[in-house]
């Protein structure tokens, strides 16, 4: 299983970030997958999932400005970030969690694979 993230960078307050995950050696069909970030110095934060069905969750801190997605034909997972803000500052890392289809949650323990991560930037 291979995750692999991009489309990281430097925004400035008020912009948008796309993040973009390949994801390659599982079907899309029956997981569920997610976005973390982990800002120095704080712990890991699940910010928005997505199961196999397309229900989505998401932390209280991006709804209404981060927005998950999937490509099933592409094997890939998406998060439109806008709106963003200085403390959005992290490295964000794809998850997968392959046992658990719909009802995904943001419990990083509940996810078995995790890519190296990118990293955004956010300056005023």
């Known amino acids: 299983v291979r995750l692999e993230e991009s489309g990281g960078g430097s925004a400035q307050t008020g912009g948008s970030l796309t993040l973009s995950c390949l994801v390659s050696?599982?079907?899309?069909?029956?997981?569920?997958m997610a976005w973390f970030r982990q800002a120095p110095g704080k712990e890991r934060e699940g910010l928005a999932a997505?199961?196999?069905?397309?229900?989505?969750t998401y932390t209280d801190s991006v709804k209404g400005r981060f927005t998950i997605s999937k490509d099933t034909a592409m094997n890939s997972l998406y998060l439109q970030m806008n709106s963003l803000k200085v403390d959005d500052t992290a490295l964000y890392y794809c998850?997968?969690?392959?046992?658990?289809?719909?009802?995904?949650?943001?419990?990083?323990?509940?996810?078995?694979?995790w890519g190296q991560g990118t990293q955004v930037t956010v300056s005023s």
């Open positions: 050696g599982l079907s899309f069909r029956r997981i569920s």
């Open positions: 997505i199961g196999s069905d397309g229900t989505t």
């Open positions: 998850v997968v969690d392959p046992w658990r289809s719909w009802a995904p949650t943001l419990r990083p323990t509940d996810f078995d694979y």
